[in-house]
């Protein structure tokens, strides 16, 4: 059974850093593709990065330059670094498992519980 677990969120000040991680368990990364999404109040959800089972990395526009996405294959682990955190950054961050990188949350079928992320002064 697909397994993932979000940890590293937490309130930031405007312009600071956080790294995400998203533990997987019951399958490896050598064949999958993790994607991270992030939910703000009363919006819908939105994809924010992605990383091919081959190391391709996607980014939404409005994170580019700011986040970074990575793996480690032998925790089996997926890391998002953000850095230059802004207010709108705020949301509940998911990592998400399929095939496939994709921009919506139906392309993907395997999702973590979420991490609080909140930037504020």
């Known amino acids: 059974q697909l397994q993932l677990v979000e940890s590293g969120g937490g309130l930031v000040q405007p312009g600071g850093s956080l790294r995400l991680s998203c533990a997987a368990s019951?399958?490896?990364?050598?064949?999958?593709?993790i994607g991270w999404f992030r939910q703000a109040p009363g919006k819908e959800r939105e994809g924010v990065s992605c990383?091919?089972?081959?190391?391709?990395?996607y980014y939404a526009d409005s994170v580019k330059g700011r986040f970074t996405i990575s793996k480690d294959n032998a925790k089996n682990t997926v890391y998002l670094q953000m850095n230059s955190l802004k207010t709108e950054d705020t949301a509940v961050y998911y990592c998400?498992?399929?095939?496939?990188?994709?921009?919506?949350?139906?392309?993907?079928?395997?999702w973590g519980q979420g991490t609080q992320v909140t930037v504020s002064s």
């Open positions: 998400a498992a399929d095939l496939i990188c994709g921009w919506s949350t139906a392309d993907f079928g395997s």
């Open positions: 019951g399958f490896t990364l050598d064949y999958y593709a």
């Open positions: 990383i091919s089972s081959d190391d391709n990395t």
